[in-house]
């Protein structure tokens, strides 16, 4: 079965490199391999390394290495994929004997700059030992993969997982430090603060780990985090608990033949070339750029020619991630307390939402409840009691934000909601309904807040009238808690 394996490798192409040790009973201890098409691959981009590991079975694991350089963009991550090993154990000699084969296979190998390694790898000090000059990061990819599974772990309500996992997506695509610093605060305000250390977040901000991360776009983001998923979940169905290290080798040169099979290696981009060629104030080139890199080149401010600068457009979301992208923007602005009184107008007005009637200064929104009147102009103002209340976006402002695919705009927020407002304080108000929330419901509690939010709504409509008919509003409250109390009980008004 062994040697079946072999010469399946050894059949690949004639450039083929195998490097393999059998125990007593002639059955694979060890492989390593790399087929031609990965050597070129190497040889076009050997900046950096992302080294991942799939777990065969207890104390066996199958590492792949793949190029990970700036400017590298294939269809598929196995095209990018430059050595498989599976060495004979994961203590430190294993190890270094598979990194001493891979530095065989690959004499350029002191032309790698930097390793990407998953949290807490096992072989870690036998790669920095080998590879003295490279450095060694943490990947954005399982530092993402670890953020997920201990959000998971936690054992959240589904609005808090799906946002965190929502807002964790969102990070990882637009890796810049201002929405690294607001996952690292969102994770603060929404987990236990003796459940933090747990996370690790303190990844979030450590700049190197990111830096080699965001040249990618939004969307190279999204294909490059769904190519390792799938790449991560090919390999763990090959090489199966149960089935033979033979077996899943077959399995796995057959997978790698049918991706690469008559496909060129990705080669450096002409955009290198290009730059150079601006450095010596050269811009005559016959070839033509690719669209994405002409895409590039900045606008942030106008050239000699006159160019106009680009005017502010406000952001339009899919309509998958519109729902997402709301509920980000409220944490982001307010204080938790507001957070919470929100996201539960937003949970309400995603379940149901009817827009009745438009004019040019009101929108009528309805949700399975009396309609209400919503300012067209700021979208702040509403006139349900929710809003009326608390000056915070109601289900009704919610419900039209999300139709129109836009997010909350702190000018939509009263002040007093601000987080910067409230830290300025020492005891925010804020702090007080914040415990409310927090509290667990009781009748007698729920009674409490009816009455007290009824008589704030009548002081109010007693005060926002005039004389005569003040006189009138106060005969009748007054006739109606004396039938109610009784005749031979003045009640004080």
């Excluded at 450095?279 to 106009?308: A, F």
């Excluded at 909350?408 to 910067?420: A, L, P, T």
Aim: include cysteine; glycine fraction near 4%.
């Amino acid at each position: 079965m062994a040697m079946e394996s072999l010469r399946n490798l050894l059949g690949f192409d004639s450039e083929t490199l195998v490097a393999f040790q059998l125990d007593d009973s002639s059955k694979l201890e060890s492989l390593s391999f790399e087929t031609n098409f990965m050597k070129t691959v190497f040889l076009n981009f050997p900046q950096v390394i992302l080294v991942h590991r799939t777990l065969i079975s207890k104390g066996r694991s199958l590492y792949t290495f793949i190029a990970d350089s700036s400017g590298l963009r294939t269809n598929a991550e196995i095209e990018k994929v430059v050595h498989f090993a599976v060495p004979k154990g994961e203590s430190g000699e294993s190890l270094t004997q598979m990194y001493k084969t891979f530095k065989e296979f690959n004499p350029d190998w002191v032309k790698i700059k930097t390793f990407l390694v998953e949290p807490h790898s096992p072989g870690s000090p036998a790669l920095s030992e080998a590879f003295p000059s490279a450095e060694i990061i943490l990947s954005a990819f399982h530092v993402c993969k670890f953020f997920q599974q201990k959000i998971y772990e936690l054992s959240l309500t589904n609005q808090t997982e799906r946002l965190l996992l929502t807002a964790l997506k969102n990070t990882m695509c637009s890796a810049t430090e201002s929405s690294l610093n607001q996952m690292h605060e969102i994770l603060k305000e929404f987990i236990k603060p003796d459940l933090l250390p747990q996370l690790n977040s303190h990844w979030l901000l450590a700049d190197h780990i990111w830096a080699l991360h965001r040249w990618r776009t939004w969307a190279e983001c999204i294909q490059y985090f769904q190519g390792l998923e799938v790449l991560s979940r090919d390999f763990s169905q090959m090489f199966t608990t149960g089935v033979s290290l033979e077996t899943s080798i077959t399995s796995l040169v057959k997978h790698v033949k049918q991706c690469t099979d008559g496909k060129k290696p990705p080669e450096p981009t002409k955009l290198i070339s290009f730059s150079s060629k601006l450095e010596n104030g050269n811009t005559d080139d016959s070839g033509e750029l690719p669209l994405k890199c002409m895409s590039r080149v900045s606008d942030s401010s106008p050239s000699s020619t006159g160019r106009v600068p680009p005017r502010k457009i406000e952001p339009y979301l899919p309509k998958e991630r519109t729902e997402d992208q709301i509920q980000l923007s409220i944490v982001r602005i307010c204080t938790p307390a507001a957070a919470k009184l929100c996201l539960q107008e937003c949970a309400v007005a995603q379940k149901s939402v009817q827009l009745v009637g438009t004019n040019n200064d009101k929108i009528n929104i309805q949700i399975l409840e009396d309609s209400q009147e919503v300012d067209r102009k700021s979208l702040k103002k509403c006139t349900c009691h929710f809003n009326q209340t608390f000056q915070l976006p109601c289900r009704h402002i919610l419900a039209i934000l999300n139709s129109d695919r836009k997010v909350v705009q702190s000018e939509m927020i009263n002040e007093q909601w601000y987080k910067d407002s409230a830290s300025k304080n020492d005891e925010p108000a804020t702090d007080g309904l914040l415990e409310i929330l927090k509290s667990p419901w009781s009748a007698s509690q729920d009674k409490s807040h009816a009455i007290m939010a009824l008589k704030g709504e009548i002081t109010r409509l007693l005060v926002d009238c005039n004389n005569e008919e003040f006189e009138r509003r106060y005969s009748t409250l007054r006739e109606l808690a004396d039938n109610w109390i009784g005749p031979y009980v003045q009640v004080k008004l």
